[in-house]
């Protein structure tokens, strides 16, 4: 089994910051790209960032957020800085796994954090 929990959401005002941690754990061989999306009420889940080989942003946060890893604890994290209302939404940790050395690559999600950026 493999899991990834979320922590770090939270209530915050508009020009704020937080910081979201992602650890994976479990039966795992390898982990390539690691990565945060979100989705908002009524919307489509939306990628943030992911970083593998480097990073990428989503437009509306390139500036703002900064994506990292610590690949030896298997852990993503993202900061969110100058927050704004139209970042509320579920943040979810995302990464691709490898269980096993002969084993395919799967997409792992976890199961959220709320974030909520509002005065």
């Known amino acids: 089994q493999v899991q990834l929990v979320e922590s770090g959401g939270g209530l915050v005002q508009p020009g704020g910051s937080l910081r979201l941690s992602c650890v994976a754990s479990?039966?795992?061989?390898?982990?390539?790209?690691m990565g945060w999306y979100r989705q908002a009420p009524g919307k489509e889940r939306e990628l943030v960032a992911t970083?593998?080989?480097?990073?990428n942003y989503a437009d509306s946060v390139k500036g703002r957020f900064t994506i990292s890893r610590d690949n030896a604890k298997n852990m993503v994290y993202l900061q969110m800085n100058s927050l704004k209302p139209e970042d509320t939404a579920v943040y979810y940790c995302?990464?691709?796994?490898?269980?096993?050395?002969?084993?395919?690559?799967?997409?792992?999600w976890g199961q959220g954090t709320q974030v909520t950026v509002s005065s």
């Open positions: 970083i593998g080989s480097g990073a």
């Open positions: 479990g039966s795992i061989f390898s982990i390539s790209a």
């Open positions: 995302n990464a691709q796994i490898k269980r096993y050395y002969r084993g395919d690559w799967s997409d792992y």
